[in-house]
C-alpha cells in the first residue's frame, strides 16, 4: 500500500500565511498512524477478511483486530479522538481531524485505535454529561476497550431526525425507571462486547417544551428485556461484528441514578453528542474517497481496453480532476468545521457541522461511482472494497441525520442574516 501522499504534505497547504497551521503534536500523531497503518493494517486487510468470513460466531471480536488493538495501545495510539481528556492525549478536533481521515481509508481500522463510532461519541458524551458515580463505573472499561456501547436513539415509527419525536417511554416507579420502546439501527449494539446501551426516551411527554420531554438514560445490555431482535444490512453487507440492530425494550427496569444530568435533559445530550462525531464521520468519509481515487488512478494506469490506457481518456482525467477538487473542497470545509468548534464551541459552528454533514457523504458517493466505473463489473465485486464503500456513502447521507434535515439548517442560518 502506498503512503498516502496527501497528508504527506498537507502541513505545507496549511502553514500558508492566514491558514490553519497544525500543531507539531499533531504532525507527530499524523506520522505515527501513517506508520502504523503502512506496517500492521493494510497489510492485514485479507487476514481481517477471511477471519470475518470463517468465524463461527459473526458477533464475537475478530483475532486481528485485538491483535492490533493491542499493538495501537502500545503504541500510544489510543483514544486518540477524545478532546481534552485524561484518557487520552487530549488532542483538540482539528488536530484529530487528519487522523480520522487516514484512519477512514481501512472502513474496520478506527476500532484498533478506540476511535470507532459510536464508542468515541458515547465516551465524550459520558465524560461530559455523566454523574462520578456514572463514569466511574462504566468509564474505563469502554475508554480501556474491554467492552463496547451503543447509542439508542433511532426508532423505527417515527421520524427520528427530528430527536423530539422519539416515543420509547421512560417512566418513573419509585426507585427506579420502566423503559418500554422499539430502537433500530443501533449501531455496536449486536456486538458481543456491548455492554451497555444509552437509551434517549420520553420522562415527560406531556411538557409544552417539547426539547425537554425528553432523557438519557443508562442501560446494562444483558438487564432483563432488553432483546436485539435483528441484525439489519446495510445493501446487502451486515457489517458484523459490529452491526447495527434492532432492539426490543419491553418493561425494562434500571435504577434511577441511571439517568444522565436529569430528567429532561436527553436532547440536550444527543446534540452536545452530535456535533463532533459528525466531523469524524466527514473525515473518515474523505480517507475512504482518497483510496477510492487512489484506486481509480492506479486502474486507469494498468487497463489498456481498445489500445489506448484509461489514464489518457479525456473522461477519465476529467474525473480524476474532478474528484481531487471535491476531495479536497470537503476536507477544507471539514477543517474549517473543527477549528471553528475548538475556538468558538458547538453551538457557533451548527452551519458548518450540517454544511459537512452533507458535503462529505455525497462527494464520497461520487467518488466512488467513478471508481467503480473505471473497474467495469469488477468494480461492483467485493474484490476492490468499492462495493462496500458504496454502501457505505449512501447509509452516511442519513446517518446523524439526512441531508435535508441539515439543508434546511443551513438555509434557516443563511435566510436569518438578511431578515
Known amino acids: 500500500m502506498a503512503e498516502d501522499y496527501r ?36 497489510s492485514n486487510e485479507e487476514v481481517w477478511a477471511k477471519q470475518r468470513r470463517d468465524a463461527a460466531n ?84 469502554m475508554t480501556d476497550g474491554t467492552h463496547g456501547s451503543a447509542f439508542a436513539m433511532t426508532e423505527p415509527d417515527v421520524a427520528s431526525s427530528d430527536a423530539t419525536n422519539i416515543e420509547t417511554s421512560i417512566v418513573r416507579d419509585g426507585d427506579r425507571y420502566v423503559i418500554n420502546g422499539r430502537k433500530w439501527w443501533i449501531s455496536g449494539a449486536a456486538a458481543e462486547h456491548c455492554k451497555v446501551l444509552f437509551v434517549m426516551g420520553q420522562t415527560d411527554a406531556d411538557n409544552p417544551a417539547k426539547h425537554l420531554r425528553q432523557s438519557m438514560i443508562i442501560v446494562p445490555k444483558d438487564t432483563p428485556g432488553v432483546t436485539i431482535v435483528r441484525d439489519l444490512n446495510i445493501l446487502g453487507y451486515s ?30 445530550i444527543a446534540q452536545g453528542r452530535l456535533g463532533p462525531g459528525r ?64 475556538t468558538n464551541g458547538v453551538e457557533s459552528a451548527k452551519m458548518e457541522i450540517s454544511a459537512i454533514k452533507v458535503a462529505a457523504p455525497i462527494m464520497l458517493g461520487q467518488v466512488v461511482d467513478w471508481a467503480m466505473q473505471v473497474y467495469g463489473a469488477a468494480g461492483v465485486t467485493d474484490d476492490f472494497g468499492l462495493g462496500y464503500a458504496c454502501a457505505r456513502a449512501r447509509i452516511m447521507r442519513y446517518v446523524d441525520g439526512p441531508d435535508e434535515v441539515h439543508r434546511n439548517v443551513i438555509a434557516r442560518m443563511e435566510l436569518a442574516k438578511y431578515k
Open 7 to 42: 497528508y504527506s504534505h498537507l502541513h505545507k497547504l496549511f502553514s500558508m500565511k492566514n491558514m490553519y497551521t497544525f500543531s507539531d503534536r499533531s504532525l507527530d500523531y499524523q506520522n505515527r498512524l501513517r506508520a502504523f497503518m503502512a506496517e500492521h493494517v493494510y
Open 279 to 342: 466531523i469524524h464521520h466527514a473525515m473518515r468519509n474523505i480517507g475512504m474517497a482518497e483510496r477510492a481515487l487512489e484506486s481509480l488512478c492506479r486502474r486507469a494506469l494498468n487497463r489498456k481496453p481498445f489500445g489506448k490506457l484509461l489514464a489518457d481518456q479525456g473522461v477519465t482525467r476529467e474525473r480524476i480532476a474532478e474528484a481531487r477538487i471535491r476531495i479536497d473542497q470537503a476536507r477544507l470545509l471539514v477543517l474549517n468545521t473543527a477549528h471553528r468548534i475548538d
Open 239 to 268: 457489517d458484523a461484528p459490529h452491526g447495527h440492530a434492532e432492539i426490543l425494550l419491553e418493561n425494562v427496569c434500571v435504577p434511577t441514578e441511571n439517568i444522565i444530568l436529569g430528567e429532561g435533559r436527553g436532547f440536550e
Open 58 to 141: 459473526v458477533w464475537a471480536p475478530l483475532p486481528i483486530v485485538e491483535d492490533l488493538k493491542s499493538r495501537a495501545k502500545a503504541a500510544g495510539l489510543w483514544n486518540l479522538a477524545l478532546p481534552h481528556s485524561r484518557y487520552g492525549p487530549g488532542l483538540t478536533n482539528f488536530e484529530y481531524a487528519p487522523l480520522a481521515e487516514q484512519m477512514g481509508r481501512v472502513h474496520w481500522s478506527s476500532e484498533l485505535f478506540n476511535c470507532h463510532a459510536p464508542e468515541s461519541g458515547n465516551m465524550e458524551m459520558l465524560e461530559k454529561y455523566g454523574s462520578q458515580d456514572q463514569v466511574a463505573k462504566w468509564l474505563p472499561g
